[in-house]
């Protein structure tokens, strides 16, 4: 019975050592397919793997994937991007038999590294990611990762880009190429701002990532030149906090006399509100407020008008658009009438300064935009001189335009303008009006170029109602 037993057993040994022979060996991870990403202006490294196939990076890894799938001939393979040299990666790597149905994904943890744990490299079952690639859109929808922090993995930096707020644009397009920046407002506390622990995925199409409120951070993508980040088909918006600069605001006033009365409002409620006051010149004088101010934008307030309540003056330019002025509405009290006209206007200094021949509006010379918040009602009721000067000015720049461009907006205005209001000096409101009607009927150019002129403007209606 003993030897039996011993026999059997015998038996048994020699028949579990015969099955294990004949079972497959796990195969060496090395000997897996692999797909090398090649990607466009970075730093590239050659592939760690002899047997990789590159191919160019398509709008997301999940395209390149599909792309060669039906290539691969290996239970697993390994994806990766040619801008990581990977030396921190084990690619002896074979995957427990609990774990053979996952895709494993290495991604860093290194504080420099920048955070997406969707990863770079990867090791994926070709049979389950060719079940379930049709429900693919994105790595998360497949049913099964497993997530592998590395703390020494290495991610090429992304160069970061000051830039300053009058013009992001520019300094996107004038730093070299490359496959991502960072676009940092120069304005930001240096001391106090740290760019966020992020890195794109490349699993999704690519995109344009901005943080925080005003955008002042960026993480933006390769492409030629632009207009605008707009010109981005797909943004991604991620909460942020940092301390955001506000912009100066200068009150600009010529001869109007209620302007000490109500600049030192605006500064009582503003503190930061400074005054430009009496330069010659409407072009000098928009050039004057653009010297006096510390930040890319300035409001500009005007002497005949009432800020509102609501209006804070914390509105920030969209660092998404390209440079321009913001218009703000202005409700005109003598003809009941709200649009820009007169309203508040932050204005980007470097376009006030780099208008040198306006036309017959200064800040419609150059970009501009309409912001539908209220910002101050206009009263007119100061002098004669005043609201007369007001409607002429603003007439004859409507009826030149309806001569232009007509539009229904352009001829409703200035149907208001020339009826006769209500309130202080309304009658010589519509008579400003009026007369400006009449001069464009017999002046053209040049000469609807002289209301540009505030001194031009006072000497005529001096001359016609002396």
């Given at each position: 019975m003993y030897v039996r037993g011993l026999e059997n057993s015998m038996a048994f040994r020699n028949f579990n050592t015969e099955a294990l022979t004949r079972m497959p060996k796990p195969k060496n991870s090395t000997s897996f397919d692999s797909i090398r990403v090649k990607f466009n202006n970075v730093k590239e490294w050659p592939s760690p793997l002899v047997n990789s196939r590159t191919v160019p990076f398509v709008q997301s890894y999940l395209e390149v994937i599909k792309?060669?799938?039906?290539?691969?001939?290996?239970?697993?393979?390994?994806?990766?991007?040619?801008f990581m040299h990977c030396k921190e990666?084990?690619?002896?790597?074979?995957?427990?038999?609990?774990?053979?149905?996952?895709?494993?994904?290495?991604?860093?943890?290194?504080?420099?590294?920048?955070?997406?744990?969707?990863?770079h490299v990867l090791l994926i079952p070709t049979k389950q990611f060719k079940e379930q690639i049709k429900d693919l859109k994105f790595l998360r929808d497949y049913k099964d990762i497993n997530y592998h922090a590395h703390k020494d993995l290495w991610n090429p930096p992304v160069t970061r880009v000051p830039f300053p707020l009058r013009d992001?644009?520019?300094?996107?397009?004038?730093?070299?190429?490359?496959?991502?920046?960072?676009?940092?407002?120069?304005?930001?506390?240096?001391?106090?701002?740290?760019?966020?622990?992020?890195?794109?995925?490349?699993?999704?199409?690519?995109?344009?990532?901005?943080?925080g409120k005003t955008k002042d951070i960026m993480l933006v993508p390769c492409k030629d030149k632009i207009e605008q980040f707009y010109d981005f088909d797909r943004t991604v918006h991620i909460e942020y906090e940092y301390d955001v600069t506000p912009m100066d605001i200068i009150f600009i006033s010529y001869d109007e006399p209620g302007a000490e009365q109500r600049y030192n409002k605006l500064k009582e409620r503003f503190p930061r509100a400074q005054w430009c006051k009496g330069v010659k010149g409407q072009t000098q004088a928009y050039w004057a407020a653009a010297g006096m101010s510390k930040t890319d934008y300035f409001f500009a307030v005007f002497p005949k008008i009432d800020i509102v309540d609501t209006f804070n003056f914390d509105f920030q330019p969209d660092r998404l658009k390209n440079p321009c002025h913001?218009?703000?509405?202005?409700?005109n009290t003598v003809i009941d009438l709200t649009y820009g006209h007169d309203g508040v206007i932050l204005y980007n200094t470097r376009l006030v300064i780099e208008t040198l021949d306006p036309g017959l509006d200064f800040t419609l010379s150059k970009s501009h935009t309409s912001v539908p918040v209220l910002s101050a009602k206009h009263t007119m009721e100061e002098t004669p001189l005043l609201a007369w000067r007001t409607a002429f000015r603003e007439t004859l720049k409507l009826k030149a335009q309806s001569v232009v461009k007509p539009t229904v907006e352009t001829n409703f205005r200035l149907k208001k303008w020339c009826t006769l209001g209500k309130g202080k000096n309304a009658e010589w409101v519509y008579k400003g009006a009026m007369d400006a009607i009449e001069f464009t009927k017999s002046r053209t150019g040049k000469d609807l170029k002289l209301s540009y002129d505030f001194d031009w403007l006072t000497k005529y209606f001096e001359e016609k109602y002396k």
């Amino acid at each position: 019975m003993y030897v039996r037993g011993l026999e059997n057993s015998m038996a048994f040994r020699n028949f579990n050592t015969e099955a294990l022979t004949r079972m497959p060996k796990p195969k060496n991870s090395t000997s897996f397919d692999s797909i090398r990403v090649k990607f466009n202006n970075v730093k590239e490294w050659p592939s760690p793997l002899v047997n990789s196939r590159t191919v160019p990076f398509v709008q997301s890894y999940l395209e390149v994937i599909k792309n060669c799938i039906d290539e691969i001939k290996t239970e697993y393979f390994w994806i990766f991007p040619s801008f990581m040299h990977c030396k921190e990666i084990d690619f002896s790597y074979v995957p427990e038999q609990f774990e053979k149905e996952q895709i494993h994904t290495w991604y860093t943890t290194h504080p420099m590294g920048g955070l997406n744990k969707e990863g770079h490299v990867l090791l994926i079952p070709t049979k389950q990611f060719k079940e379930q690639i049709k429900d693919l859109k994105f790595l998360r929808d497949y049913k099964d990762i497993n997530y592998h922090a590395h703390k020494d993995l290495w991610n090429p930096p992304v160069t970061r880009v000051p830039f300053p707020l009058r013009d992001p644009i520019d300094s996107y397009n004038k730093t070299e190429k490359q496959f991502y920046k960072w676009m940092v407002n120069k304005d930001l506390p240096k001391d106090k701002t740290k760019l966020p622990n992020f890195y794109p995925s490349f699993w999704e199409d690519e995109k344009l990532y901005t943080f925080g409120k005003t955008k002042d951070i960026m993480l933006v993508p390769c492409k030629d030149k632009i207009e605008q980040f707009y010109d981005f088909d797909r943004t991604v918006h991620i909460e942020y906090e940092y301390d955001v600069t506000p912009m100066d605001i200068i009150f600009i006033s010529y001869d109007e006399p209620g302007a000490e009365q109500r600049y030192n409002k605006l500064k009582e409620r503003f503190p930061r509100a400074q005054w430009c006051k009496g330069v010659k010149g409407q072009t000098q004088a928009y050039w004057a407020a653009a010297g006096m101010s510390k930040t890319d934008y300035f409001f500009a307030v005007f002497p005949k008008i009432d800020i509102v309540d609501t209006f804070n003056f914390d509105f920030q330019p969209d660092r998404l658009k390209n440079p321009c002025h913001y218009i703000f509405d202005c409700h005109n009290t003598v003809i009941d009438l709200t649009y820009g006209h007169d309203g508040v206007i932050l204005y980007n200094t470097r376009l006030v300064i780099e208008t040198l021949d306006p036309g017959l509006d200064f800040t419609l010379s150059k970009s501009h935009t309409s912001v539908p918040v209220l910002s101050a009602k206009h009263t007119m009721e100061e002098t004669p001189l005043l609201a007369w000067r007001t409607a002429f000015r603003e007439t004859l720049k409507l009826k030149a335009q309806s001569v232009v461009k007509p539009t229904v907006e352009t001829n409703f205005r200035l149907k208001k303008w020339c009826t006769l209001g209500k309130g202080k000096n309304a009658e010589w409101v519509y008579k400003g009006a009026m007369d400006a009607i009449e001069f464009t009927k017999s002046r053209t150019g040049k000469d609807l170029k002289l209301s540009y002129d505030f001194d031009w403007l006072t000497k005529y209606f001096e001359e016609k109602y002396k």
